[in-house]
Structures are given as structure tokens and as C-alpha cells.
């Protein structure tokens, strides 16, 4: 049993090194997020408009509230988000301010998802406290001037891609159960075809790709977008393959936003915060090249001994 467990353990230490973002990258993400969550701020008064009737919280944290908050307190929700996100932005005691704004977050969320909306993007709410515990404010950060900031861990890493792979397994599955596999069905084309009934929330290439007639095409669609959110809860245990297939989910979420008109970008940076050791590796690859490329003769003329 020992040693299941110490083969388990150095797993999980090699796979939580290699997940380890650069302190500087992180810094980089940081600031990038904090901006987003300032420059395209999620609305939540309008929950205060919406007829009471409709406010009925799915179980879980919510679900002793028995109306919707006043418009007081949503306005309060979304003070306090854009507070936050700029203490976060210029990385003043990021670690608790990081926290305080996933809570902020969740809250807002838990009430907007109340009145019937549906999905995964609770991911983008989480983010912050993930990446408080990874250090995103080692560098680039008021906390790092002051030499008060948490050096950047490859743990909370670790957690946070089993947490986006479980979420993406939780969108592929019920698709699975419902039929998506079945050869006679073309579910990714009936979803299109739904939207294009309603007239709402279409693609920039919806046209196009709806009049693409063959079976053959849109059962590997079905049967690649499960693969595409469902494999990850297994390759997250090998990083490489995990980074490459959230390469192929980026493909992935664009041809879905082409077709069905779903803007994916909040995920971006939930998902480019796994790539600094690729980031790490094409700048050794660079700085190789250079060291292997041909000296100039004006690098030569530096090198050669100053005689006087």
C-alpha cells in the first residue's frame, strides 16, 4: 500500500511542478483579468426588475433565499466587484482581495443564475481564488514592491485544471446520455437549425455552416465535441496532453461562436494560465537559436581583446 502511495505522491508533485505558472506570467494574467472583469462588467441589477414569480434558486448555496435581493444590494454586488478587481489589477494585498472577489462574484452569479440560466461559466467566478492560492501576485504587483507577495505554487495549479476539466465533463456528459452518440441523430446541426428557427443568438458563419449537407460531417462534429470537453478529466493527469487539448477546445469553443453564436472569450485567460512553461520553452528555443546562429563581424570585433 506504501507504495501505491508514494507512486501517487510523486505523481502529484510532478504533475503540480510541471502546472506552475511563472511568477511573471501569472502577474501577467492577473492584470489581464482584472481589466476584463472592469472593462466588461456582468450586470446584475437587472435582476431586480424581473417579476418575482421567476426567482427559484437550483439547490445548493442559494437555495434558501426565498426572493430576489433589492436592487440596493445588487448595486452594492457591483461596486464592490469593480473595487476589488482594481485592488487585484494593481496587486495590493492580492491574496485576500482575490478571495473577497470570487465571493463577490459567486454571489452575483448565485442570484442571475436563479431565474433560469443555465451553464459552466462559474469557472470564470472561481478563477480569482485559484489563482490566489497559485501566487498571480508574486510579480507585477504592488505586494511584490513591497516584498509581502506569495511565491507562485504549482498545487492550487493542479487543482484548478481538474476543476475546468470536471466542468467541461459535466457539459459533455449529460450530451452523451441525451443522444449525441446515437449515429442516426445530428444534435450539433439540430441545435443550429433550432436557433435559426428563433432567430436569435446566430453565428457570423451560421449560414454557411448550416448548408453543409453531409452526415458524415455532423456526427463527427457530435462525436468531437464530447470528446472535447469529456477526455480532459482523463489528460489532466498528463499536462502536456491536457495543454494540447485545451488547444483543440479553443478551436473548438471558436467554431462553436462561428455557428450557434456562444462568446466563449471570458475562458480565454482561465485557459492561457496553463501555458507559461510553453511560454518558458519558446524562449530557451530562442535564445538557442541565437547562441547557434552565425556571428556577425561586429560581434566578433567585441569579442576580440581590447590590446592597448
Not at 13 to 41: D, M, T, W
Not at 152 to 168: I, K, N, R
Request: charged share 15%.
Amino acid at each position: 500500500m506504501s507504495r501505491v502511495t508514494d507512486f501517487a505522491a510523486k505523481w502529484v508533485n510532478r504533475s503540480a511542478e510541471s502546472y506552475r505558472a511563472q511568477p511573471l506570467y501569472l502577474g501577467i494574467i492577473r492584470i489581464l483579468f482584472a481589466l476584463h472583469v472592469l472593462i466588461f462588467p456582468v450586470n446584475y441589477t437587472w435582476t431586480a426588475e424581473v417579476p418575482a414569480a421567476l426567482f427559484q434558486p437550483r439547490p445548493g448555496l442559494f437555495s434558501w433565499m426565498t426572493a430576489a435581493p433589492d436592487l440596493w444590494f445588487m448595486v452594492a454586488l457591483e461596486v464592490a466587484r469593480a473595487v476589488l478587481a482594481a485592488v487585484v489589477l494593481l496587486g495590493f494585498k492580492t491574496f485576500p482581495a482575490s478571495i473577497a472577489l470570487t465571493i463577490v462574484m459567486v454571489v452575483g452569479a448565485g442570484v442571475t443564475h436563479s431565474f433560469g440560466k443555465l451553464d459552466h461559466f462559474i469557472l470564470y467566478e472561481l478563477f480569482p481564488v485559484f489563482m490566489a492560492f497559485a501566487g498571480w501576485g508574486a510579480a507585477l504587483s504592488l505586494d511584490a514592491r513591497r516584498g509581502r507577495a506569495r511565491d507562485s505554487q504549482g498545487f492550487p495549479m493542479l487543482l484548478w485544471a481538474v476543476t475546468v476539466a470536471y466542468a467541461l465533463f459535466t457539459a459533455a456528459l449529460p450530451k452523451a446520455v441525451a443522444g449525441w452518440l446515437d449515429p442516426a441523430k445530428e444534435a450539433s446541426r439540430g441545435f443550429i437549425a433550432r436557433d435559426l428557427a428563433e432567430g436569435e443568438k446566430l453565428g457570423p458563419m451560421v449560414d454557411v455552416v448550416f448548408a453543409f449537407d453531409s452526415h458524415v460531417f455532423w456526427k463527427f462534429m457530435d462525436y468531437a465535441t464530447i470528446l472535447a470537453e469529456g477526455w480532459l478529466i482523463v489528460a489532466v493527469l498528463f499536462p502536456t496532453l491536457f495543454r494540447l487539448g485545451l488547444v483543440a477546445l479553443l478551436a473548438f469553443h471558436m467554431g462553436v461562436y462561428l455557428s450557434l453564436g456562444i462568446d466563449f472569450s471570458q475562458y480565454v485567460l482561465l485557459y492561457l494560465v496553463f501555458f507559461s512553461p510553453v511560454v518558458v520553452w519558446l524562449k530557451k528555443r530562442r535564445q538557442s537559436a541565437r547562441r547557434r546562429a552565425p556571428k556577425t563581424r561586429k560581434q566578433k570585433e567585441q569579442e576580440l581583446p581590447n590590446v592597448t
